[in-house]
């Protein structure tokens, strides 16, 4: 039944020529795509048949970029990764209308590399940046997946609903009180790897034994430097024994002999809520992380109470770097936000101030 629905929302959003799109669109979303469409009470009984279709495809197809014009960033999903069926969580509120349009530049027709760098994980962003960007801008293509030719059949929808049903669900978007975390993170005065560091470890994406565990990758959970816990990222960063000489310093850290954290996202919302040393700790924990990976593979490691006064001077070479361009971020962010669009071909679009002598 339902894969059937969805053969119909399919032909209504790809025939756009038949008599059944004119009809339909013409009664139910005549200013706006089907994929905007909303239900009304007002709708007939196939309309709303067609609206559970539409979902259905929704759920399974995916978006091929042309000129991202078409293309929520956080709400479609346009990541080429089949499973398991991905999009990118949207990190502030503010962006969650941008389109993907405004992730690429529109006269090299490239990836704004450092715009797709700084706004989203590293997995994703290494994911982007590898999608091909035709030199002509073409419309973005809504495509299914589950075919060779990337058209909707019947027989691909039932067994995609039969999957769907069977799995159980992942990839949920965070619940909404971690806006404000993310908000927080987001606007560091830190590297853009850096916060990517801080956004993974609260979100648990990090390569750390627990979790490696619970992904059967490996046997065995426990803490290779000391031995005697777990390892997650709470452990790891903060609280293992052996990274007590990072934290040594009483005027900063005090707190971690007296306060018990529940996991790093709860230490970082504590720091964020205190008006603690936030970008100091993100240096710090980065480079706990970093030693620990380096001392994995053998290599060249920095001695751990070298890592305080280590942290301290990226952290300052940051902020004096970025003291000059401090408006640079504010730009990107500012041009996100007002999704500039590019003038049609053919045209020049000159923004210039007139002044009066
Ligand atoms: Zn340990």
């Known amino acids: 039944m339902g894969s059937l629905l969805a053969k119909q929302a399919w032909r209504l959003l790809h025939n756009k020529t038949s008599l059944f799109y004119k009809v339909f669109k013409a009664r139910f979303f005549p200013n706006i795509t089907i994929l905007e469409a909303t239900n009304s009470r007002m709708g007939s009984y196939a309309w709303k048949s067609i609206l559970i279709g539409r ?27 089949k499973h398991p069926p991905h999009q990118p969580i949207c990190p502030i509120k503010d962006f969650e209308h941008s389109l993907v349009s405004s992730l690429i530049d529109p006269f090299t027709r490239q990836w704004q590399t450092e715009l797709v760098d700084g706004l989203f994980v590293e997995e994703d962003a ?43 669900k992942t990839n949920q978007p965070p619940p909404l009180r971690d806006k404000q975390l993310w908000k927080n993170i987001w606007s560091m005065r830190v590297a853009q790897k850096i916060k990517n560091f801080v956004w993974r470890a609260c979100r648990n994406a990090l390569p750390i034994k627990k979790e490696l565990v619970r992904r059967t990758i490996i046997a065995d959970p426990i803490c290779d430097r000391c031995r005697t816990a777990i390892e997650d990222p709470l452990h790891a960063l903060w609280s293992c024994s052996e990274v007590d000489i990072v934290w040594a310093d009483q005027s900063l850290w005090d707190f971690r002999w007296s306060t018990d954290f529940e996991n790093i996202k709860m230490l970082v919302s504590w720091l964020i809520e205190e008006g603690k040393q936030l970008e100091l700790f993100a240096y710090t924990a980065w480079s706990v992380w970093n030693q620990r990976n380096q001392v994995r593979v053998r290599a060249l490691a920095t001695v751990p109470h070298q890592i305080p006064s280590v942290s301290r001077t990226l952290l300052h070479e940051f902020h004096s770097r970025t003291l000059t361009s401090d408006s640079h971020f504010h730009r990107r962010t500012h041009y996100l936000q007002q999704r500039w669009v590019p003038p049609p071909a053919n045209f020049v679009k000159i923004n210039f101030d007139v002044r009066s002598s």
Do not use: C, M
């Open 55 to 81: 979902d259905i495809i929704q759920r399974g197809s995916r978006w091929r970029v042309g000129n991202g014009e078409k293309i929520n960033i956080w709400q479609h999903r346009w990541l080429p990764i």
């Open 126 to 168: 290494e994911i982007i940046k590898r999608i091909s960007l035709s030199q002509v801008a073409t419309e973005d293509a809504l495509f299914w997946p589950f075919t060779s030719n990337g058209i909707y059949s019947y027989k691909s929808g039932y067994r995609f609903l039969k999957e769907e049903a069977e799995q159980p």
